[in-house]
């Protein structure tokens, strides 16, 4: 079949490709976690914007956290990125060709959102360009979010790179499948819950209210989120649709315990029991990870399969890899510590 036939020849893997996907998928969750809180915390602070009083005072810490956010979410994205490129890197790269334009985008975007991030920090209190700069940033990470989405969904369905042979400009983009939308919606939906359940975990020691308030975010959020959940899943192909409804048990059972967790995690949320909240909610993203990444294995299936991968085994670069990996994680979790130790100490 002619798909078939402009699937990239794949490049041999250094290491077992089980510990590549199970890399892949730890630090995709990371990223992702880290990534809803920026969004998350950016649009209640933009929406609490002129509604609270002593809105500055309360959420200047919070405006400061977003930018050290951030950086450790991309950060995490890289090691993700390199797992998935060694591993589906023939898939997607050529769907990063295919719409070239809009992807390289995200680089001059991505640094506009970071800046815009920090801007808004600094001018938090004492300008008007804070909120813009806010805006600019929410806006940018939608775009990119959107660009994301579209990159990987076009990457597991090679049935529509065809449309290359008819437009060569590198903007072809999935606007006609019907997965787009809730896909993308259910990131948006989840940073809101994400950013609700920090909000709260923020303020759980300081302010009763506001920690209430962020878990009404968060339940509320996955309340629409359980909808958007159902919209993405009668989106998908049929024969993929019931993949997950018992046509395949561990999928179904993965799906199943996504949606008992986060039902758990609201209910507890409403009853301000955010310890408990917290750890469903972990097992819901745990989860929601797994479940997309099967959806990714049956949407190849036909046309890939990671069996496929021929290993070569290069375990002293390996080796060394998952040492300077460690070695850089560690570094970042002392950052972490000594720049969130400085936020408590600069009560400003
Ligand atoms: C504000 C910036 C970013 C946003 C909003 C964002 C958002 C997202 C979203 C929504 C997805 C899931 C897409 C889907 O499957 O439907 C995703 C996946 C991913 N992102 Fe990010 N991302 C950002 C920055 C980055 C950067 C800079 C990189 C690369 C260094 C990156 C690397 C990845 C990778 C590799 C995946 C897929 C991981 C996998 O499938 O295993 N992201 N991101």
């Known amino acids: ?76 994205a890289i090691p993700a ?17 295919l719409m070239g334009t ?27 360009i804070a909120k813009y700069a806010l805006s600019l940033m929410i806006i940018m990470v939608f775009y990119i979010a959107f660009m994301l989405v579209n990159n990987l969904s076009m990457m597991e369905l090679p049935e529509k790179w065809n449309a290359y042979f ?6 072809i983009l999935l606007w006609g499948l019907p997965s787009l939308y809730p896909r993308y919606l259910h990131f948006i939906v989840a940073s809101v819950a994400v950013g609700g359940i920090f909000y709260s975990l923020y303020f759980s020691k300081k302010d009763q209210t506001k920690k209430q308030e962020g878990l009404r975010i968060f339940a509320y959020a996955t309340m629409v989120q359980i909808l958007v959940g159902i919209w993405f899943l009668i989106s998908l192909p049929k024969d993929i649709m019931l993949k997950f409804m018992g046509g395949e048990t ?16 609201l209910i507890f949320a409403l009853r301000t029991n955010i310890k408990i909240s917290l750890l469903f909610l972990i097992l819901t993203l745990i989860s929601m990870v797994i ?25 002293d670069v390996f080796t060394i890899f998952i040492i300077i990996l460690l070695l850089g994680i560690a570094v970042i979790i002392y950052m972490l510590k000594i720049s969130f130790n400085k936020t408590n100490e600069v009560k400003k």
């Open 102 to 128: 809009f992807w390289i985008l995200i680089i001059p975007f991505l640094i506009l959102a970071y800046y815009s991030s920090y801007v808004h920090y600094k001018k938090f209190d004492i300008s008007p």
């Open 1 to 76: 079949m002619q798909t078939f036939s402009l699937i990239p020849y794949a490049e041999p893997i250094p290491a077992p490709v089980e510990i590549l996907v199970l890399f892949e998928q730890l630090f995709f969750l990371i990223h992702i976690i880290l990534i809803n809180l920026i969004l998350g915390l950016g649009l209640i602070l933009l929406y609490k914007w002129n509604r609270e009083t002593n809105f500055f005072l309360n959420n200047k810490l919070i405006a400061k956290k977003i930018p050290i956010l951030f950086a450790i979410g991309i950060n995490m």
């Open 166 to 171: 008819t437009n060569r400009d590198g903007t």
């Open 250 to 265: 561990i999928a179904t059972a993965i799906l199943l315990l996504g949606i008992f967790a986060a039902i758990v995690s």
């Open 81 to 97: 990125l390199l797992f998935l490129q060694v591993t589906f890197g023939h898939l997607f790269y050529t769907s990063s060709i």
């Open 291 to 315: 479940n997309r990444y099967n959806l990714r294995i049956f949407h190849l299936e036909d046309n890939f399969r990671l069996s496929q991968l021929n290993l070569v085994p290069q375990w």
